[in-house]
């Protein structure tokens, strides 16, 4: 398995890399760099996802505790609640939160979209509601948490930036 991770990781970087020697030919030659293509680490797709799905159990977390229901109260919350200036313990010391405001107003449909499709909340009028279905989903995904050793897994990342800061 390791194998196979070093593999995918590896063609991803050889990827980038003759992009990048590519763009640097073409200027060389005398053309115009493009300094706006984005480049993406290998895991920066799941990461992305994972972003999304952590958002989307905010916004049905938010309505099973019945705080907020309208989509300004939504966006609200979730503004506040993963502004990159908040302080999250260890994710913060690995500099692994987000470094720019994500735009919740103006993705907030592409944020719901897949949730009313599974029947998870519904909207109504001016209101999201959250379904029966939706209920049992994020008390799942609660649940989930019961078997892992959150003391043991933070021991283990702190570590890691403290090797890395010492490096």
Same mark, same amino acid.
């Given at each position: 398995?390791?194998? =196979?991770?070093?593999?995918?990781?590896?063609?991803?970087?050889?990827?980038?890399?003759?992009?990048?020697?590519?763009?640097?030919?073409?200027?060389?030659?005398?053309?115009?760099?493009? &300094?706006?293509? /984005? $480049? @993406?680490? #290998?895991?920066?797709?799941?990461? /992305?996802?994972?972003?999304?799905?952590?958002?989307?159990?905010?916004? =049905? &977390?938010?309505?099973?505790?019945?705080?907020?229901?309208?989509?300004? /109260?939504?966006?609200?919350?979730?503004?506040?609640?993963?502004? #990159?200036?908040? $302080?999250? #313990?260890?994710?913060?010391?690995? @500099?692994?939160?987000?470094?720019?405001? &994500?735009?919740?107003?103006g993705k907030f449909k592409n944020l719901v979209? #897949?949730?009313? /499709?599974?029947?998870?909340l519904m909207e109504e009028i001016e209101e &999201?509601?959250?379904?029966?279905?939706?209920?049992?989903? =994020?008390k799942n995904f609660i649940n989930s948490f019961?078997? $892992?050793?959150?003391?043991?897994?933070?021991?283990?990342?702190?570590?890691?930036?403290?090797?890395?800061?010492?490096?």
């Amino acid at each position: 398995m390791d194998a =196979l991770i070093g593999l995918f990781v590896g063609a991803g970087i050889f990827r980038d890399a003759v992009s990048l020697l590519r763009e640097a030919i073409f200027a060389e030659r005398g053309g115009e760099e493009d &300094y706006s293509k /984005e $480049y @993406k680490l #290998p895991l920066q797709e799941c990461w /992305e996802e994972n972003r999304l799905i952590a958002f989307r159990n905010w916004i =049905l &977390y938010l309505l099973w505790e019945d705080q907020q229901r309208t989509r300004k /109260e939504i966006v609200s919350s979730l503004d506040s609640t993963f502004h #990159p200036d908040n $302080y999250i #313990p260890v994710l913060s010391e690995l @500099k692994a939160t987000g470094s720019k405001p &994500y735009d919740f107003d103006g993705k907030f449909k592409n944020l719901v979209k #897949p949730l009313i /499709e599974e029947e998870l909340l519904m909207e109504e009028i001016e209101e &999201y509601l959250l379904t029966e279905k939706g209920e049992e989903h =994020l008390k799942n995904f609660i649940n989930s948490f019961n078997d $892992y050793d959150v003391h043991r897994s933070d021991a283990i990342l702190l570590a890691m930036a403290r090797d890395e800061s010492s490096d």
